[in-house]
């Protein structure tokens, strides 16, 4: 079992700034894919960045590409979403996901553990 809480969300205006963290329980975190995603009112949830476990191989949605980064701490057991040159159309709750092995993926339904989410708000 993995449990994720994130933090870090805020207001911010365009152009600016935000880093999210998410801290994992469990003593399997090197063992997991973890990824960060994206749910606007209205939407659909939306694959923001994955990385591997160990951190070698990441993967990042069209929309968030040059702009966020997805890193990780395997002995501190955290994943960190750098987020750069935010938009308006960045506004979201952000979800920390986990799931065992090594994914190459984006999709919701190939993660099995999910945070609560952290609100997101960038203002023109």
């Known amino acids: 079992q993995v449990q994720l809480v994130e933090s870090g969300g805020g207001s911010v205006q365009a152009g600016g700034s935000l880093r999210l963290s998410c801290a994992a329980s469990?003593?399997?975190?090197?063992?997991?894919?973890m990824s960060w995603f994206r749910q606007a009112p209205g939407k659909e949830r939306e694959g923001v960045a994955t990385?591997?476990?160990?951190?070698?191989?990441?993967l990042y949605g069209d929309t968030v590409k040059g702009r966020f980064t997805i890193s990780r701490d395997n002995v501190k057991k955290t994943v960190t979403l750098q987020m750069s040159s935010l938009k308006p159309e960045d506004t979201a709750m952000y979800y920390c996901?986990?799931?065992?092995?090594?994914?190459?993926?984006?999709?919701?339904?190939?993660?099995?553990?999910w945070g609560q989410g952290t609100q997101v708000t960038v203002s023109s």
């Open positions: 996901a986990a799931q065992r092995g090594g994914l190459y993926s984006l999709r919701t339904s190939d993660f099995s553990y």
């Open positions: 469990g003593n399997t975190f090197s063992f997991v894919s």
């Open positions: 990385i591997s476990p160990g951190g070698g191989s990441t």
